[in-house]
């Protein structure tokens, strides 16, 4: 009993018995959910643009590696800046820098110009998301497996908007339908103030929380073996990234070149695999409370191979059921993978958003380059098959610790 009264355990005693604030839990999901639909302007809008300004498939790329090229490269320095020194209001101003990119982007002139809007939003996104995983996880109290996936389907639920906002907005109102995304910024500024008022009278009452989340830190001794494991642990991300990154830019024209379908069609079926893919990511952080991170991890990944590898041979109708499985499947790691990361690195909360969801993620981008340049060299068709092949990489995360040796690797501060 003397240890209860030790210097670090009243700061761990009371994270334990910290009740969930669902209230926060679902505002900082909604502005998620605000952030990525914004984010989803740039692939909804490539089909606009691609005619508009007659670009090349590697000139789309080259707007989508921008924009995450931008985010990640800034999310761990804003990470690891923000796990120094917590910053509220960090929250509203970096949504500021992606309500200016709505307005560059909607009134475009030229090619150069597009490129510029796109790293507006991406900074704005890089300011969002290390606070915004931050705040998720001092609002969950014991449960951080579901307050993660409640914060990350947001994300997922914004980003399934992009084919719905290339058929209702872009496709209809052209490019300039882009301002209207700059209320869709007010509005989350307006809720993110609501949360930073929160988070402030947290960070002002309980500091030692805040600043220093879990009173946990990893062994010196396994210090080798957890860059290990957060190393293969990006790599895993950065792969499922790829394939993201394909179905959600790329499909659409695979479906024009095989199938003679419309654009405006083809975005029906992008809808169904990103809203698959948020239903997974809500369903999964839940799933693996019950049966482990690194189970779902593996199942997310070499159990959408099959189907991945199936989807560029089957028929349109076929095509709606592999879609909606693989995207229930792949994604339903995506919430799973920030938690796991933060047993391999307790405290760094900031760090590792700005790695995961940032690094991991956003160096995805570089996909949508070498997909762009490969689409123009031998096709759609081709390189969709290609990219089957991608989730079999799962079969890495067999390298990475099972959860019960997370565990065995930490030791109480």
Not at 124 to 145: T, Y
Request: charged fraction near 10%; hydrophobic fraction near 50%; proline fraction near 5%.
């Amino acid at each position: 009993m003397a240890s209860i009264t030790t210097a670090p355990q009243p700061a761990n005693a009371v994270v334990d018995v910290k009740p969930t604030v669902y209230r926060i839990l679902l505002a900082i999901s909604i502005v998620h959910l605000l952030n990525d639909s914004m984010q989803s302007v740039i692939p909804a809008i490539f089909p606009i643009l691609k005619d508009k300004m007659h670009l090349s498939y590697t000139q789309v790329g080259w707007i989508l590696f921008t924009i995450n090229l931008t985010a990640s490269i800034m999310q761990p320095v804003v990470g690891m800046y923000s796990d120094r020194k917590p910053s509220p209001y960090l929250l509203p101003l970096g949504m500021a820098f992606s309500l200016v990119g709505m307005l560059l982007l909607a009134f475009a002139p030229s090619y150069g110009v597009v490129l510029v809007a796109v790293c507006f939003v991406g900074l704005g996104s890089a300011a969002f998301h290390p606070e915004g995983s931050r705040v998720s996880h001092l609002a969950a109290g014991p449960r951080k497996g579901l307050a993660q996936s409640i914060y990350q389907v947001g994300g997922n639920a914004g980003q399934s908007l992009a084919p719905i906002m290339t058929k209702l907005i872009f496709i209809p109102f052209g490019q300039f339908g882009a301002i209207w995304f700059t209320g869709v910024a007010a509005l989350a500024i307006a809720v993110q103030f609501y949360i930073a008022k929160w988070y402030r009278a947290l960070l002002v009452e309980t500091p030692v929380i805040v600043r220093k989340t879990i009173a946990r830190k990893v062994s010196p001794e396994r210090r080798k073996q957890v860059l290990f494991a957060i190393s293969m642990l990006i790599f895993l991300v950065f792969i499922r990234s790829w394939y993201g990154v394909a179905m959600s830019s790329y499909y659409a024209f695979f479906l024009r070149d095989k199938y003679g379908i419309t654009l405006d069609r083809a975005q029906d079926f992008i809808f169904l695999f990103l809203a698959a893919g948020a239903i997974g990511t809500f369903l999964g952080g839940p799933i693996a409370d019950r049966f482990g991170r690194r189970n779902v991890i593996f199942f997310s990944m070499l159990g959408s191979a099959p189907l991945a590898l199936l989807l560029p041979h089957v028929s349109l109708g076929w095509a709606y059921v592999l879609l909606f499985i693989n995207g229930f499947i792949l994604l339903s790691s995506f919430s799973v993978t920030v938690v796991y990361a933060q047993m391999l690195y307790p405290g760094k909360i900031g760090t590792v958003s700005g790695l995961i969801i940032g690094l991991a993620f956003g160096m995805g981008g570089i996909g949508g380059v070498v997909l762009g340049k490969l689409s123009d060299l031998i096709g759609t068709l081709r390189v969709m098959e290609l990219c089957g092949y991608l989730p079999l990489f799962g079969i890495l995360t067999f390298l990475l610790p099972t959860d019960r040796k997370l565990e065995a690797w930490t030791e109480e501060e």
